[in-house]
């Protein structure tokens, strides 16, 4: 299988806080992790290519100071959002390349995080 | 750049009833195209996917063809059940880098 767990599903963290979201592969390892993010009504949008033991690549107009990855090794991830400001409630998502599942996916999708700031 | 454009929902059908999801992309080169989808509390898993023009992808009774001269990859299936309910997210992806462009995503109900 493979199975990528992200933690925790949900938190409520209030303005100034820092949270971090782990995701992990379970039964793999995986090199590249990717980190979304999805607003409602909206597509879920790429914020950062994590590679293990190298510095995350941020896609355009996302801050890398305010949104840190951690890839520290073959099956965690880390994205740590510091800071935080109700502007950043969202929905984030981390993926995994890897692994051999049953639906011969090349990416594997952890459960969500569900991020409110107050 | 690529992109994906996808119908917007939410979609609410009666058990049985024949479902299609639009679909659209734009993209510089050849991409492989995805449907995914995100069951309650679940993260996202993949339905189907075809990889070159005129492919059919298909699985559950899904089906979606890869029309690169419409650009488009919609996704139908017959007779929709109720657990079928989820959120359907089309993507495509060019490279073997993995990067993906996702749709909205569309979500469905299916009420018996």
């Known amino acids: 299988g493979a199975v990528v767990s992200q933690h925790p599903s949900w938190v409520i963290c209030k303005s100034g806080t820092s949270v971090k979201i782990e995701c992990r592969s379970l039964?793999?390892?995986?090199?590249?992790m990717f980190w979304y993010r999805q607003f409602p009504k909206q597509s879920l949008m790429l914020m950062a290519t994590?590679?293990?033991?190298?510095?995350?690549?941020?896609e355009q107009g996302v801050e890398k100071d305010k949104f840190l990855i951690n890839h520290a090794s073959l099956t965690l991830s880390t994205l740590t959002v510091t800071s935080a400001h109700p502007e950043d409630s969202s929905f984030y998502i981390c993926s995994a390349a890897g692994g051999t599942g049953n639906d011969n996916s090349p990416l594997h999708f952890g459960n969500g995080t569900r991020l409110t700031v107050t | 750049g690529d992109s994906v454009t996808q119908m917007e929902g939410p979609v609410t059908l009666s058990e049985e009833a024949f479902l299609t999801i639009n679909c659209t992309y734009t993209?510089?080169?050849?991409?492989?195209l995805f449907w995914y989808v995100q069951y309650p509390g679940e993260g996202l898993q993949l339905l189907l996917k075809a990889t070159k023009a005129d492919d059919k992808g298909s699985n559950k009774g899904f089906e979606a063809t890869y029309r690169k001269e419409t650009t488009s990859f919609h996704l139908e299936k017959g007779s929709v059940q109720v657990s079928d309910s989820a959120v359907y997210f089309c993507a495509l992806s060019e490279d073997t880098g993995n990067q993906f462009y996702f749709g909205t995503g569309t979500s469905l109900t299916v009420i018996p």
């Open positions: 994590s590679n293990e033991g190298s510095k995350a690549t941020y």
């Open positions: 993209a510089t080169g050849y991409p492989s």
């Open positions: 039964d793999f390892q995986a090199t590249t």
